[in-house]
């Protein structure tokens, strides 16, 4: 089956500092990334969709220039948090679409514990 | 714009008994609809999807889903709960098989010896 891999699995930072998370299509190529955000005992809200070699687009009430996202390849896709604060705390979940080639649903990563002291 | 509601944030049952998580969508179009399982601190795993193919879906694990378009329902369910199903589900519907999806708040399942 497809596998997509998130790295880290969990990251600590400090307040004002910048987080990279990394979402990757180990065995498919994705022309589409979404990446969501789960708070502690809430449901999964989508933040962006990301398309290969083009700009996200980002839902509404998403800080783009907070939550940068680049999908430089079909297996790569990163999500940056900028000046991270306590409020960003969450699991960050993304998730690869093989798309028309496929037809078939997406698969979600394990997850990214983000913890904002 | 599409919206799923899943009654019940916590359902508990006996092990061996039933299984029922209900799910209903607001769409004006049906939509694609989608079960997950999702275990603490762990990604989501697809359990079934609904794609129009057929209104009975059976997915893995033993749990089945019945996509009802009059009820604009398509709630989960399982004949003999077993301790490992344990778990938080979520029901997730989207305009494609393949596209971004709208996630209901999901159902915390316990299951009792």
């Known amino acids: 089956g497809a596998v997509v891999s998130q790295h880290p699995s969990w990251v600590i930072c400090k307040s004002g500092t910048s987080v990279k998370i990394e979402c990757r299509s180990l065995?498919?190529?994705?022309?589409?990334m979404f990446w969501y955000r789960q708070f502690p005992k809430q449901s999964l809200m989508l933040m962006a969709t990301?398309?290969?070699?083009?700009?996200?687009?980002?839902e509404q009430g998403v800080e783009k220039d907070k939550f940068l996202i680049n999908h430089a390849s079909l297996t790569l896709s990163t999500l940056t948090v900028t000046s991270a604060h306590p409020e960003d705390s969450s699991f960050y979940i993304c998730?690869?679409?093989?798309?028309?080639?496929?037809?078939?649903?997406?698969?979600f990563g394990p997850g990214t514990r983000l913890t904002v002291l | 714009a599409q919206s799923v509601t899943q009654l019940g944030s916590h359902v508990s049952v006996s092990e061996g008994a039933l299984v029922l998580l209900r799910c209903n969508y607001s769409s004006s179009v049906p939509p694609y609809l989608f079960w997950y399982v999702q275990y603490p601190n762990q990604g989501l795993q697809l359990l079934l999807k609904y794609t129009s193919a057929a209104t009975l879906v059976k997915g893995i694990n033993g749990f089945e889903a019945e996509f009802k378009k009059s009820e604009t329902s398509f709630h989960l369910t399982k004949p003999s709960a077993h301790m490992s199903d344990a778990a938080e589900y979520f029901c997730a519907a989207g305009g494609t098989s393949y596209g971004k999806l709208t996630f209901g708040q999901g159902t915390i399942l316990t299951v009792h010896p």
């Open positions: 990301s398309n290969e070699g083009s700009k996200a687009t980002y």
């Open positions: 065995d498919f190529q994705a022309t589409t």
């Open positions: 998730s690869a679409s093989p798309g028309l080639a496929r037809e078939d649903t997406q698969y």
